[in-house]
């Protein structure tokens, strides 16, 4: 059996990324696949010469007290392996405490280890040397499979590198990151990775002409789409009841939109479209506030924003749009299920992965015609240019005014959705591991 580790930077956050949704699907793939697997994660808590209390620490972010001998310990061990050496240690999950609360957060794990503030550090270590950190452990995995651009490399072992587009580079005005850095960082895993993992035709085509990565070293795995068979399964009655309770829409009755509100997903052009439109199904958007959502927002004010809820009747006051900042994963499958279409006229992904459940889960798309979203989507949605928000009214108009189209689009899209499967997303990743093993 090869153990296989991937990192648990994103799957640590409070509210999860795409990438983490990419990592747990990973953790349960590699599983299934045969590999044992090891999750790295870089949470504050000190090493513990006491395993109950590694274990304790590991769920309580507020957990601050430090073995001190264990600590001096690591200490030690950190000035005789020099700057770049960065040590884990494992965390014990015995079931002693409760971590049902975590469930929908945590991948499938045989292992789990612990780095102090691993991510963070590797960070400041490579922005002061530019070089990589190099983590050591005891009983150290088989293959690092990093999920994420991290300047990190495990000792001694082979290191696989998903990287899932360059939109730092390739839309600079949508994001935070220090370009220089990022460019840096990317151009040396493109020398020291063992192979790299793309998650589309079009990221892979970015990296090789933006980052320099030699064609035979870079594959595209794409992703597959799982949702769990409860879900699936679920009475539509049962569904229309959960989204009439939440939101307060009619099943059927309304669009949707998920994901951050940033720059790369066009909400401004896609709410600005939408109202165009003029029909009379509301717009829903879960997501949380990111960079620049005010003004991807601009276009909202008292008369159209958010749904309310009044004291006196317990009635919903209907909006032309409601945000949701935060729905649980069942609520948000409900309503995906219950919306009449879904609206993701997105600027760039590397992959597109809402467009792929909703298609998995027989609702009508509206898409871009741009990066990797065609090849995602094929003939099983509307594609628009995303910079015409004339065209994306369009769209919503001709997808509201024919239930013969969105019913041809939801087969459509179950058939395209099926294309990408868990087997074939397995074997293309068993092929990346025989190459390096």
Same mark, same amino acid.
């Given at each position: 059996?090869?153990?296989?580790?991937?990192?648990?930077?994103?799957?640590?956050?409070?509210?999860?990324?795409?990438?983490?949704?990419?990592?747990?699907?990973?953790?349960?793939?590699?599983?299934?696949?045969?590999?044992?697997?090891?999750?790295?994660?870089?949470?504050?808590?000190?090493?513990?010469?006491?395993?109950?209390?590694?274990?304790?620490?590991?769920?309580?972010?507020?957990?601050?007290?430090?073995?001190?001998?264990?600590?001096?310990?690591?200490?030690?061990?950190?000035?005789?392996?020099? @700057?770049?050496?960065?040590? $884990?240690?494992?965390?014990?999950?015995?079931?002693?405490?409760?971590?049902?609360? %975590?469930?929908?957060?945590?991948?499938?794990?045989?292992?789990?280890?612990?780095?102090? #503030?691993?991510?963070?550090?590797?960070?400041?270590?490579?922005?002061?040397?530019?070089?990589?950190?190099?983590?050591?452990?005891?009983?150290?995995?088989?293959?690092?499979?990093?999920?994420? @651009?991290?300047?990190?490399?495990?000792?001694?072992?082979?290191?696989?590198?998903?990287?899932?587009?360059?939109?730092?580079?390739?839309?600079?005005?949508?994001?935070?990151?220090?370009?220089?850095?990022?460019?840096?960082?990317?151009?040396?895993?493109?020398?020291?990775?063992?192979?790299?993992?793309?998650?589309?035709?079009?990221?892979?085509?970015?990296?090789?002409?933006?980052?320099?990565?030699?064609?035979?070293?870079?594959?595209?795995?794409?992703?597959?789409?799982?949702?769990?068979?409860?879900?699936?399964?679920?009475?539509?009655?049962?569904?229309?009841?959960?989204?009439?309770?939440?939101?307060?829409?009619?099943?059927?009755?309304?669009?949707? %939109?998920?994901?951050?509100?940033?720059?790369?997903?066009?909400?401004?052009?896609?709410?600005?479209?939408?109202?165009?439109?003029?029909?009379?199904?509301?717009?829903?958007?879960?997501? $949380?506030?990111?960079?620049?959502?005010?003004?991807?927002?601009?276009?909202?004010?008292?008369?159209?924003?958010?749904?309310?809820?009044?004291?006196? #009747?317990?009635?919903?006051?209907?909006?032309?749009?409601?945000?949701?900042?935060?729905?649980?994963?069942?609520?948000?499958?409900?309503?995906?299920?219950?919306?009449?279409?879904?609206?993701?006229?997105?600027?760039?992904?590397? %992959?597109?992965? @809402?467009?792929?459940?909703?298609?998995?889960?027989?609702?009508?798309?509206?898409?871009?015609?741009?990066?990797?979203?065609?090849?995602?989507?094929?003939? $099983?949605?509307?594609?628009?240019?995303?910079?015409?928000?004339?065209?994306?009214?369009?769209?919503?108009?001709?997808?509201?005014?024919?239930?013969?189209?969105?019913?041809?689009?939801?087969?459509?899209?179950?058939?395209?959705?099926?294309? %990408?499967?868990?087997?074939?997303?397995?074997?293309?990743?068993?092929?990346?591991?025989?190459?390096?093993?």
């Amino acid at each position: 059996m090869t153990r296989i580790l991937i990192d648990g930077r994103n799957l640590g956050l409070e509210k999860g990324t795409g990438v983490a949704t990419y990592a747990r699907n990973l953790s349960y793939e590699l599983h299934e696949m045969g590999h044992g697997v090891e999750v790295l994660y870089g949470y504050g808590a000190g090493p513990s010469r006491n395993a109950l209390m590694r274990e304790i620490a590991f769920f309580d972010s507020n957990h601050g007290d430090r073995d001190r001998i264990a600590a001096a310990i690591e200490a030690v061990r950190g000035r005789l392996a020099g @700057p770049l050496a960065k040590h $884990a240690f494992d965390v014990p999950i015995s079931g002693r405490v409760v971590s049902r609360t %975590f469930s929908a957060r945590l991948p499938y794990f045989d292992r789990i280890v612990n780095s102090t #503030n691993v991510f963070g550090r590797s960070h400041a270590t490579f922005s002061a040397w530019k070089m990589m950190s190099r983590l050591t452990m005891k009983n150290p995995p088989d293959i690092a499979h990093w999920t994420y @651009p991290l300047p990190i490399r495990l000792k001694g072992r082979p290191n696989v590198y998903t990287l899932h587009d360059v939109v730092p580079l390739k839309l600079p005005y949508t994001s935070l990151d220090n370009k220089r850095f990022y460019l840096r960082l990317m151009k040396r895993i493109a020398r020291v990775a063992d192979h790299v993992v793309t998650v589309s035709e079009c990221s892979k085509r970015d990296l090789i002409d933006l980052v320099g990565i030699a064609p035979e070293r870079i594959t595209n795995t794409y992703q597959s789409v799982d949702i769990p068979e409860k879900f699936l399964a679920k009475p539509d009655d049962e569904v229309a009841r959960e989204v009439e309770g939440a939101v307060g829409v009619d099943y059927k009755g309304y669009y949707l %939109f998920w994901g951050s509100i940033e720059p790369k997903k066009n909400i401004g052009r896609m709410i600005e479209g939408y109202l165009a439109s003029k029909v009379d199904a509301p717009l829903v958007i879960v997501g $949380a506030m990111a960079w620049k959502s005010e003004d991807e927002l601009r276009l909202l004010n008292e008369e159209n924003i958010v749904f309310r809820r009044t004291i006196e #009747n317990d009635e919903f006051t209907r909006k032309r749009v409601m945000i949701l900042p935060y729905a649980p994963f069942s609520l948000l499958v409900s309503l995906i299920r219950g919306a009449r279409a879904t609206l993701f006229p997105s600027i760039y992904e590397g %992959f597109g992965l @809402p467009v792929l459940e909703a298609m998995l889960l027989g609702t009508p798309v509206i898409s871009s015609n741009t990066a990797s979203l065609p090849e995602v989507a094929a003939d $099983a949605a509307l594609l628009v240019d995303p910079y015409d928000t004339g065209a994306i009214a369009r769209a919503v108009r001709r997808m509201d005014g024919d239930p013969a189209l969105r019913a041809d689009l939801a087969a459509r899209g179950r058939i395209q959705a099926a294309k %990408f499967s868990r087997e074939a997303y397995r074997q293309r990743l068993a092929q990346v591991y025989t190459a390096v093993s």
